[in-house]
């Protein structure tokens, strides 16, 4: 078992930054790929970023590519999500999420991922 806790969200306004977090515990991670995914108000739950824990290869949504940065430390055992030019449309509750057996098609979809975070508000204000 993987439990994710995320925190760093907040109130920004538009053209701001925001760094989130996610730490994972519960067992030592090694093959996992980890997301961050969000969902607004009557939207479905979207991919924005994942990265590969052992390796660090990253995937980005194209909405999001060029402003948001996916990291990890090994060491912390946490993932960070470094969220720059802050647009409206980014306002949603973000999640992060673990997957073990994952390819670089499943990566992209919520339902795959085996553990999630209770998430964290994000708000950008126009």
């Not at 994972?24 to 607004?40: C, H, P």
């Not at 949504?61 to 720059?84: C, H, P, Q, W």
């Not at 073990?100 to 126009?126: A, F, I, K, N």
């Amino acid at each position: 078992q993987v439990q994710l806790v995320e925190s760093g969200g907040g109130l920004v306004q538009a053209g701001g930054s925001l760094r989130l977090s996610c730490a994972a515990s519960g067992r030592t991670l090694s093959r996992e790929v980890m997301g961050w995914f969000r969902q607004a108000p009557g939207k479905e739950r979207e991919f924005v970023a994942a990265i590969t824990w052992s390796g660090g290869n990253t995937y980005y949504a194209d909405s999001v590519k060029g402003r948001f940065t996916i990291s990890r430390d090994k060491g912390k055992n946490t993932m960070y999500l470094e969220m720059n030019s802050l647009k409206a449309e980014d306002t949603a509750v973000y999640y992060c999420a673990a997957d073990s057996l994952w390819t670089l098609t499943t990566l992209l979809r919520p339902y795959e991922y085996d553990y999630w975070g209770q998430g964290t508000q994000v708000t950008v204000s126009s």
